[in-house]
């Protein structure tokens, strides 16, 4: 089982990419989005420490933690993010590394694939084989941000400040998919990439 961390910036389109690979190779995808979820839940490792450190005031009528409330609360505080995500990241890692030893002991499957925007930062490169780059354009991937998430030039702007330079990116990864064209081309390049290992 190869081990792929899967990173680019947003609007890179690493969703799209990522759903023609599931539905084309025997793999296991995980999105540390949805992992930083889970452990929010009720009952797992984040929740109660969350609701601690922010308060009952987070929770919705249900018991679950409302996510717009909360990050309106973190937002507002620079050190309450840094805290947040002092719990939050090393409870993702740890799930992501137990759904690794899982997927050994069953033997399968061929690909594992892990997506996250902090997969360089979050030093991921010590659990995976290789890291990938998704790499767009810079005005591509504004316009599909305009396009998808009706996203201002100054939201887009201030996001993208926030992440790794494209040289960043391109230093810390062995595979880069250019996934600025069509999609039958970014579509090649990953089956020439995964046939070689198959």
Known sequence: ?????????IGSGKTQ???????????????ADEVAHKVKEPGQ???AALVELLGEGILAADGRIDRTVMA?????GDKLLEKVNGLIHPAVKQYILAAIAQARRDGKPDFLFIEAAL?????YKDIVDELWYIYAPEQVRRDRLKASRAYSEEKITGIFGK??????FRRHCRVVIDNGGSLEDT????????EEYL
């Open 45 to 47: 490792e984040c929740y």
């Open 72 to 76: 309106e609360k973190i937002f507002s």
């Open 187 to 194: 579509y090649r390049q990953i089956d020439r990439k995964l």
């Open 119 to 123: 997969l360089i930062e979050g030093g």
């Open 163 to 168: 992440q790794l330079s494209e040289d960043e």
């Open 1 to 9: 089982m190869k081990i792929i961390g899967f990173t680019g910036g």
């Open 17 to 31: 990419v990522l759903s023609y690979i599931e539905e084309n190779y025997d793999c296991l995808v995980i999105l």
